[in-house]
């Protein structure tokens, strides 16, 4: 599994969305190592420079095998996580299974599987299209294959409230790492998974499942807002909400200093 590795102290590690990899977390990360940290960020399974995991996409296996990364890298003690989007739900199965392992968690605009996702899902309610559309098999990607630049950009322009974080060579690097149908199809597993990762989630909540640790739960002003805390609030009670203003879904991208005024303190 390919990680960026840098630094000396705790460790944190940051979990990219969907459609990113590693690099995404490039205006964040410096300023963490400077922090006292040891970041690692890795390229989720199956995209960029790590490979797929024989057990699948769930969410929960991703997270164990993640956890492995740090164990291979000699890093132990608690760790603090940091999760946007996809790997904002990675986080949370991480910090559920192995909660004494997990100092501080930070969500970063998502919707969390069997604790608000659904209803996201919902288009005849007013949710987002792409979740059906992504978990439908083969379907992506042969309609998404040869046009991945179109794509893309589309993607970013739509979901960015700020156009200046993603200027053509940023989404150029994105497009590489997902074009063709195998590399979409690794990317859309992380989809495929999500009702058995929502069902997962949601008994634990049902059998009386809390988040001990404390969560930071950081919604884009014209994303996801405050409505992430909302969700979080009935498996944490330790929450933190917290809303930057100016940014769209891809908050340390297009907001990156006032995501790092809120992130450094709370991961203290």
Do not use: C
């Not at 997902?178 to 590399?183: H, K, N, P, V």
């Amino acid at each position: 599994m390919g990680s960026y590795v840098a630094g000396d102290g705790p460790p944190v590690v940051l979990l990219h969305g969907w459609p990113q990899t590693s690099s995404a977390w490039r205006q964040v990360a410096p300023a963490l190592v400077a922090a006292g940290y040891t970041v690692v960020a890795p390229d989720l399974p199956g995209v960029g420079s790590s490979g797929e995991l024989a057990s699948g996409y769930g969410k929960d296996d991703q997270a164990t095998a993640l956890r492995q990364v740090l164990y291979h890298l000699g890093l132990d003690g608690p760790v603090r996580l940091v999760g946007h989007d996809i790997g904002g739900m990675i986080a949370f199965s991480w910090a559920r299974q192995f909660p004494d392992e997990v100092a501080r968690l930070a969500l970063v605009d998502l919707a969390i599987p069997g604790l608000g996702l659904e209803q996201a899902m919902d288009v005849a309610r007013g949710g987002r299209w792409h979740f059906g559309f992504f978990m439908a098999e083969a379907v992506p990607e042969f309609l998404i294959d040869g046009h991945e630049e179109q794509f893309f950009a589309h993607w970013f322009a739509t979901l960015a409230a700020s156009q200046r974080a993603f200027p053509p060579d940023v989404i150029a690097e994105t497009t590489a790492a997902y074009r063709g149908s195998d590399a979409l199809r690794r990317g859309f597993g992380h989809y495929r998974t999500l009702l058995t990762d929502g069902q997962a989630n949601a008994d634990w909540l049902t059998s009386g499942g809390q988040l001990p640790m404390p969560v930071a739960a950081i919604g884009g002003e014209h994303a996801v807002g405050d409505r992430l805390a909302q969700a979080v609030h009935r498996a944490a009670p330790h929450v933190e909400a917290v809303v930057v203003a100016g940014a769209g879904h891809f908050v340390a991208e297009e907001q990156p200093q006032t995501f790092l005024a809120h992130l450094i303190p709370f991961l203290r």
